[in-house]
Structure formats: C-alpha cells, structure tokens
Nanobody, 120 residues
Framework: QVQLVESGGGSVQPGGSLRLSCAASGRSFSITTMGWYRQAPGKERELVATITLHGFTNYAGSVKGRFTISRDNDKNSVYLQMNSLKPEDTAVYFC??????????????WGQGTRVTVAS
C-alpha cells in the first residue's frame, strides 16, 4: 500500500496564495505520475494538475498560469503552489499517485484531502 498525506490547506482571501504538499510513504513502492485533483461542493472531482516522473506537467485550463505543480522524487512528494486564488478555487484538494507496490500492477492512490477556502 501507498499512503498519501496532504498538508497546507486553509482559508485565504481572493488574490492570495497557498502551497499544498503531499508526501507518499509505504514499502517497496514506485510512483510514476503524481497530481492534484479537487472537488467543490455539489460537483464531481476534477483534475487540477499532474506531473510525470520526469517532470512533464499538465494543468486544467482554469488554473493554468496561476498554479504550479512540482515534485521531489527523492522525498516521494508533490507540491502545488496556488497563486491569485479565486473563490471558484474553493474545494477539497486531493493528492493522487499512480504507483506499483512490490512490482505488482499499477494502482491509483489518493490522499484524504485538504480543504481550501477562498473568500473575503
């Protein structure tokens, strides 16, 4: 199993910034793509940004230019720097990792979520 633990959520005013962190732990695992997804009240979970093992990134159009995803492979961690936050960014943010454990098939792993609230 792979455990993902997020941190860094909170409340911020419009235009503010937050940085989310996610650390993976477990035994004998190997991660490929990591990413962030979010789910706003009453809406489905949606992709925010992903980053491959070699650093290739992909962003949702709504966050492009405002959010930056990065990762530290040595620490099995992924980060999301969120700038110029808008009320519509309010959601629970989930860390995701595509990983294999002990050489078995790749599976999707999710963190427990961290809440981000953007309001005046």
């Amino acid at each position: 199993q792979v455990q993902l633990v997020e941190s860094g959520g909170g409340s911020v005013q419009p235009g503010g910034s937050l940085r989310l962190s996610c650390a993976a732990s477990g035994r004998s695992f190997s991660i490929t793509t990591m990413g962030w997804y979010r789910q706003a009240p009453g809406k489905e979970r949606e992709l925010v940004a992903t980053i491959t093992l070699h650093g290739f990134t992909n962003y949702a159009g709504s966050v492009k230019g405002r959010f930056t995803i990065s990762r530290d492979n040595d620490k099995n961690s992924v980060y999301l720097q969120m700038n110029s936050l808008k009320p519509e960014d309010t959601a629970v943010y989930f860390c995701h990792a595509r990983a294999t454990v002990a050489g078995r098939q790749f599976d999707d792993y999710w963190g427990q979520g961290t809440r981000v609230t953007v309001a005046s």
